[in-house]
Structures are given as structure tokens and as C-alpha cells.
């Protein structure tokens, strides 16, 4: 079955980058997606991207994605003390329509 | 403003009785998803629904029960059969042919 994997926690001082990792298992997913869980609330969509790129940059968010080993991450830029939350990444299942989603990664940013 | 709601925000219940949680949609979406989420363990879907009165169970149905009568709403039933029924739960909702998914503020049941 389908499973996507991340590491459960990383830490970070405010003004580094933060690089969240993700493997997944569906090679033929069209797109891939990063989620923000703040504390106590639902799920946002930050970003997603299509499985024939490579990179996709949206302003401080940089996605690289490694088809052949099913690795995407995040690269969080600039990283500050409100981007601390969990972050989720998400993988189509194909011919259904629905996503399957990774533990998360608990992102602490520390001043 | 488009968006899901849930309702309550928290709940309480005692062990035994059956607890049902609202989901509610202006996006106009086809498609809507229950999800529960305990610590550690990312989020687990429990029914999809891609149409009016059809749903599918997910991975964890068990003891859960659900009905897609209208559109905009997801009804969630946790029934007395669910051993463990103590969580988070997110409802979330997506336009046909459309894998990105929008998320409500989801519903924190206690049950004791």
C-alpha cells in the first residue's frame, strides 16, 4: 500500500533555512503537496508540484523533488518564529481521488 | 466566504454513546473526506465521499459511520463500536477531478 514517510521533528534558529524531507511511494502521482498544521487547526495547503518538474520556488518555499528515489522536500527560507508548525507531506492515490499523507514534521523555530 | 466548517470545536462524551460531528461546505465541491488524527501518527482517513449519497470507507471505518445526503454536508457518527475514539478529527473537501484538499478546523472529541 501506499505509505509516505517523514522525520517526525526538526528544529531550526529564525533566519536559517529549514529543509523538511519526504519519501513517498506512488510513482505515478501528477502532484505532489506540502500541508501547514498550526496548533489546534486544520490543515493549509502551502504548495504543490507536478511530478514532470524538478523544482518549483513560491517566494520563501523551494520544492525539489527526486522522481527516481520518491524524495520531495521543503525548503523553508528565512525561516521564522511563525513558520513553527507541523508540515505534512501528501501523495495522490491514484485512480482514486484522494491524498495519502505523511506523519508530519514538527518544525520548531527558535529565536 | 467560501469554506468547511465543523462543529463543535470540542466535545465531550462518556464512553458508550454515540457522538455525531458536523462537517459543512459553501465551496461547492464534490468531494469530502474524514480524516482523524492522533499525536504521532499523521492523518488516517476514515470515509470519502466523491458524490451525493455515495461514500467509501477509508483505512480506518470501523466504528464509524457516515451519510452524504446533500452536497454540503459529511455527517461523522462515532459509534460505541469504536474502541478508542479519542482524537482529533478533520473533515476536508476537494472539487471533482481535483486531488487538493481543503481542510475545516476540525473537531476535538474526548471520550470518557
Known amino acids: 500500500g501506499e505509505d509516505v514517510e517523514q522525520s517526525l521533528f526538526l528544529s531550526v534558529r529564525e533566519g536559517d533555512s529549514s529543509v523538511i524531507n519526504c519519501t513517498y511511494t506512488d510513482s505515478s502521482s501528477t502532484y505532489l503537496y506540502w500541508y501547514k498544521q498550526e496548533p489546534g487547526a486544520g490543515l493549509q495547503l502551502l504548495t504543490y508540484i507536478f511530478s514532470n518538474m524538478d523544482m518549483k520556488q513560491d517566494q520563501r518555499l523551494t520544492v525539489l523533488l527526486n522522481k527516481k528515489d520518491k524524495h520531495l522536500s521543503l525548503r523553508i527560507a528565512d525561516t521564522q518564529t511563525g513558520d513553527s508548525a507541523i508540515y505534512f507531506c501528501?501523495?495522490?492515490?491514484?485512480?482514486?481521488?484522494?491524498?495519502?499523507f505523511g506523519t508530519g514534521t514538527r518544525l520548531l523555530v527558535s529565536p | 466566504d467560501g469554506g468547511i466548517t465543523q462543529s463543535p470545536k470540542y466535545l465531550f462524551r462518556k464512553e458508550g454513546q454515540n457522538v455525531t460531528l458536523s462537517c459543512e461546505q459553501n465551496?461547492?465541491?464534490?468531494?469530502m473526506y474524514w480524516y482523524r488524527q492522533d499525536p504521532g501518527q499523521g492523518l488516517r482517513l476514515i470515509y470519502y465521499s466523491q458524490i451525493v449519497n455515495d461514500f467509501q470507507k477509508g483505512d480506518i471505518a470501523e466504528g464509524y459511520s457516515v451519510s452524504r445526503e446533500k452536497k454540503e454536508s459529511f455527517p461523522l457518527t462515532v459509534t460505541s463500536a469504536q474502541k478508542n475514539p479519542t482524537a482529533f478529527y478533520l473533515c476536508a473537501s476537494s472539487s471533482e477531478g481535483f486531488y487538493e484538499q481543503y481542510f475545516g478546523p476540525g473537531t476535538r472529541l474526548t471520550v470518557t
Open positions: 465551496l461547492n465541491h464534490d468531494a
Open positions: 501528501a501523495e495522490e492515490v491514484t485512480g482514486f481521488q484522494k491524498l495519502v
